[in-house]
Nanobody, 123 residues
Framework: QVQLVESGGGLVQPGDSLRLSCAAS????????MGWFREAPGKEREFVGY????????DYAPSVKGRFTISRDNAKNTVYLQMSSLKPEDTAVYYC????????????????WGQGTQVTVSS
């Protein structure tokens, strides 16, 4: 079992950058693919991107591709979401999640979730 805690959210201006972290505790972090999702007010939770257990494979939603980058440090049991060129529409609660298997854009494949961290992009 894995426990996940996100951090790094906050209020930023359009065009700014922000890095979110997701710290994992428990066993087997390096065996999990890790995903990032976000949920804006009044909207369903949506896929942002994922990284494979090895870090060799990533995939992103079209809305963030080229602006967001996911990385991981298995020695630190941490996965990161580097966000740049932030837009107001990126405002949401961001969640990390762990999948014991290949990464996916579908929430149902993720067994463990963090509590989320708020990102607000506003001038």
């Amino acid at each position: 079992q894995v426990q996940l805690v996100e951090s790094g959210g906050g209020l930023v201006q359009p065009g700014d950058s922000l890095r979110l972290s997701c710290a994992a505790s428990g066993r087997g972090f390096s065996s999990y693919s890790m995903g990032w999702f976000r949920e804006a007010p009044g909207k369903e939770r949506e896929f942002v991107g994922y990284i494979s257990w090895s870090g060799h494979t990533t995939d992103y939603a079209p809305s963030v591709k080229g602006r967001f980058t996911i990385s991981r440090d298995n020695a630190k049991n941490t996965v990161y979401l580097q966000m740049s060129s932030l837009k107001p529409e990126d405002t949401a609660v961001y969640y990390c999640a762990a999948s014991y298997g290949g990464g996916s854009a579908e929430r149902r494949y993720y067994a463990y979730w963090g509590q989320g961290t708020q990102v607000t992009v506003s001038s």
